[in-house]
């Protein structure tokens, strides 16, 4: 399937999705988002990609953001509309999928761009990366889970701070914060999201399924994570992966797991 603003890469068990508008730095229009939303999930379908990993298009921008040309005219109705819609097709959804995905931040994340990398599993970033959450110099609040996903990452009171002023923070200070895992060189951005991703795939797709799961209901408000970990452990026992993973340890071999 071919998209208008979405680059779409299988190699190796890995599908690389690039968000590919960089004359407006990869600005988050509607399209795009549906398009995300349908890249991601056909990618979550198909039974040969174990990992995705999203990055933008060009030098200079992961995503700079959500497209500010689409909603400077909107009315109270229209910008509750918008938030509730982008949370629910792109934002909640691809933080939901039982595929891992993994962030490589090539450049300014800001707003909805800093949102869409935080909704991902985890995230790495090139060093002339610039992260932040502006929009209360437009006037607005974040809407696409950054007031929730933020403190979730790096704690309240930085949460606060870069809400507040609308700054930027770099690469090395969002390691800091834990925002990030990794700090590289930008050619070796896209080789080291590989190579943790060929790490992902020597596991279980099905336990990392049950494992994505149980670590999200830590953050579900009247979801108790706990009793989801006892779910997804007990149901790893019906697997064909668990008895290939340990039948595999105990005759000691690599395991070859079946399942996704
Ligand atoms: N929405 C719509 N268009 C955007 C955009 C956004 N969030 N971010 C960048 N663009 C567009 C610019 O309008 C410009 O388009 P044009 O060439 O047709 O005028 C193009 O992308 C290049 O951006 P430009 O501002 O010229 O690049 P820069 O290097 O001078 O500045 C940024 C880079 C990221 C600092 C600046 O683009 C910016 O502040 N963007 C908005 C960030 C933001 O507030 N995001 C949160 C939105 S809720």
Redesign the pocket.
């Known amino acids: 399937m071919s998209y208008e603003n979405i680059l779409v890469d299988f190699q190796n068990g890995i599908s690389t999705l690039t968000i590919n508008r960089p ?3 990869n ?1 988050l229009n509607k399209a795009t988002i549906q398009e995300l939303h349908d890249a991601l999930d056909a990618a979550n379908k198909d039974a040969n990609t174990k990992v995705i990993i999203l990055t933008g298009s060009g030098e ?2 992961f995503v ?6 689409e909603f400077a005219h909107f009315d109270v109705s229209n910008g509750g509309k918008l938030a509730a819609k982008g949370q629910e097709l792109l934002f909640d959804f691809l933080e939901n999928l039982s595929t891992p995905v993994i962030a490589a931040v090539n450049g ?1 994340a ?4 800093l949102e869409l990398a935080m909704a991902c599993h985890f995230r790495l970033a090139s060093d002339n990366a610039k992260m932040g959450l ?2 209360t ?2 006037g ?1 609040i974040p809407g696409y889970g950054g007031t929730q996903r933020l403190p979730q990452l790096v704690g309240k009171g930085r949460a606060m701070e870069m809400i507040m002023t609308a700054g930027m923070i770099d690469a090395n200070q969002a390691q800091a914060y834990g925002l990030v895992n990794h700090v590289t060189s930008p050619e070796e951005l896209l080789p080291l999201a590989e190579k943790i991703a060929g790490k992902i795939m020597r596991n279980s797709s099905v336990a990392i399924k049950g494992a994505i799961k149980a670590v999200n209901a830590n953050f579900k408000d009247s979801v108790d994570g706990y009793q989801v970990e006892i779910e997804e452990f007990g149901n790893c026992f019906g697997t064909e992966d668990f008895t290939e993973g340990t039948t595999a340890f105990l005759e000691k071999r690599k395991a070859d797991f079946p399942g996704k």
């Open positions: 004359s407006k730095l600005a200079k921008a700079a953001g959500a497209d500010i040309s300014f800001l707003g909805g761009g502006p929009e110099s437009l607005v």
